[in-house]
Nanobody, 124 residues
Framework: QAQLVESGGGSVQAGGSLRLSCVASTYTYRFYCMGWFRQAPGKEREGVASVYTGSSNTYYGDFVKGRFTISQDNAKNTLYLQMNSLKPEDTAIYYC?????????????????WGQGAQVTVSS
């Protein structure tokens, strides 16, 4: 069964950094999208960053503004999200996902595999 397991969440002060990791189970396909989405209390889920494994093209939400970097280590089947200059409004549960179709994070995928989520809390 396909599985994604996130880690690396936690609490940090504004201006600090965190790195999220997502270990993925082996997958039949070579080319697909992987990315990070987040959901804050009372808000809709939104896309943070994604990557297409076929070309390593990356996509970011407008609010990222150069603060976050998505990367992957294929040898370890692991996806990362390096988050710098964190702000209190970045507080949310961050989900890792794997899906087919458009990798644009402006579109929340309706199918695919999702992780259980990792809490990120940024205090002012």
């Amino acid at each position: 069964q396909a599985q994604l397991v996130e880690s690396g969440g936690g609490s940090v002060q504004a201006g600090g950094s965190l790195r999220l990791s997502c270990v993925a189970s082996t997958y039949t396909y070579r080319f697909y999208c992987m990315g990070w989405f987040r959901q804050a209390p009372g808000k809709e889920r939104e896309g943070v960053a994604s990557v297409y494994t076929g070309s390593s093209n990356t996509y970011y939400g407008d609010f990222v503004k150069g603060r976050f970097t998505i990367s992957q280590d294929n040898a370890k089947n692991t996806l990362y999200l390096q988050m710098n200059s964190l702000k209190p409004e970045d507080t949310a549960i961050y989900y890792c996902a794997r899906w087919h179709g458009s990798c644009d994070v402006d579109v929340i995928p309706h199918s695919g595999t999702w992780g259980q989520g990792a809490q990120v809390t940024v205090s002012s």
